[in-house]
């Protein structure tokens, strides 16, 4: 029997499933309903891949549940369905992916699975989230009083930033909760913490939205990461290097513990101030500390031990 490789577009009430090959498609319900009689109709023909396009959250109760049912589930970048379609010439810029394309893409580039976050881990993952946004309303709280010089405007926006304040303690001590109740991400908070330029914030973040850290290799989770350099190129012409793609949070936390590393972390501390003085801007410098820092953080985690002063 030929390998089957399924799509599926999700929108807020729907979900488009298509088969390839064969061209078979049907729509179900996103509900509960609706993913026990996908989940049903997959285990009558077992796909080798089922490729869910990343939909900012509503993806994530239908890949919970079919990888609950056992089924091969990945969740594709959308960006990468839109950049393969266009390729093809199959879909113009402005034109909705579908689920055929997404499982024509799933079949021609076989994604590699990966186990998906367990329900504790995207409740982390989900704080984490919620802290970030309350740090850029504090923000951008900031900013309004700096511009405005009404006295009562300026109350108005000390009170909505001390409720602010309040709030993100609170998160804090909510991540902090989660993290110490689990013995594992405990271990792996020490871990990751242990390296100079990692507090608890990056530490959680990273446990939350890069869980895959400490089980790839240093090229698949700086790609993950989006810290992976890759070359405009075109013949014998090369153009520039480039970083992008990947988790924009997870690259964003990591820039932060790279400027910090880069002034207090020994090791890292010397790699950076010797790209420097070859004449690396220091935009390019912080880049490649920040995938530095990544590479050593996986391999920690890898190997269950902490960072080694004697190491820098």
């Known amino acids: 029997m030929d390998a089957i490789y399924v799509g599926i577009d999700v929108s807020k009430d729907r979900l488009d499933v298509a088969m390839r090959p064969g061209g078979e498609s049907f729509a179900v319900a996103r509900n509960g309903a609706g993913i026990d009689d996908l989940i049903a109709r997959l285990k009558a023909r077992p796909p080798l891949v089922v ?20 089924l091969p589930v990945v969740v594709v970048n959308p960006a990468q369905v839109r950049a393969f379609a266009n390729a093809l010439g199959k879909r113009a810029k402005t ?25 504790t881990t995207r409740l982390l993952a989900d704080l984490v989230a919620r802290r970030r946004q309350i740090v850029e309303m504090m923000a951008a709280e900031g900013q309004r009083a700096r511009r405005v010089s009404n006295p009562r405007l300026k109350k108005s926006i000390a009170r909505l930033h001390k409720a602010l304040e309040k709030e993100l303690s609170e998160l804090d001590d909510d991540i902090g909760d989660h993290v110490r109740g689990s013995p594992a991400w405990a271990e792996k908070e020490d871990l990751l913490a242990s390296v100079p330029g990692i507090g608890p914030t990056i530490a959680r973040s990273l446990i939350a939205e890069l869980p895959e850290l400490g089980t790839l290799d240093r090229r698949q989770i700086a790609a993950l990461a989006g810290l992976a350099p890759w070359t405009r190129q075109s013949g014998q012409w090369r153009g520039k290097s480039f970083i992008g793609g990947g988790r924009v949070n997870v690259r964003r936390v990591l820039f932060m513990g790279a400027m910090v590393a ?41 190997d269950k031990t902490p960072w080694q002063h004697q190491n820098a």
């Open 51 to 70: 490729a869910i396009e990343a939909t900012g959250g509503f993806e994530t109760v239908v890949a919970a549940g079919l990888a609950g049912a056992d």
């Open 95 to 119: 034109d909705p992916i579908d689920a055929m394309v997404i499982a024509h893409f799933t079949e021609a580039t076989k994604p590699q699975l990966r186990p998906l976050p367990d329900a």
């Open 262 to 302: 880069a002034r207090f972390n020994p090791q890292l501390k010397l790699f950076r101030d010797k790209l420097v003085a070859a004449g690396k801007p220091k935009l390019v410098a912080i880049i490649a500390v920040a995938r530095k820092l990544l590479t050593i953080l996986n391999a920690i985690l890898r």
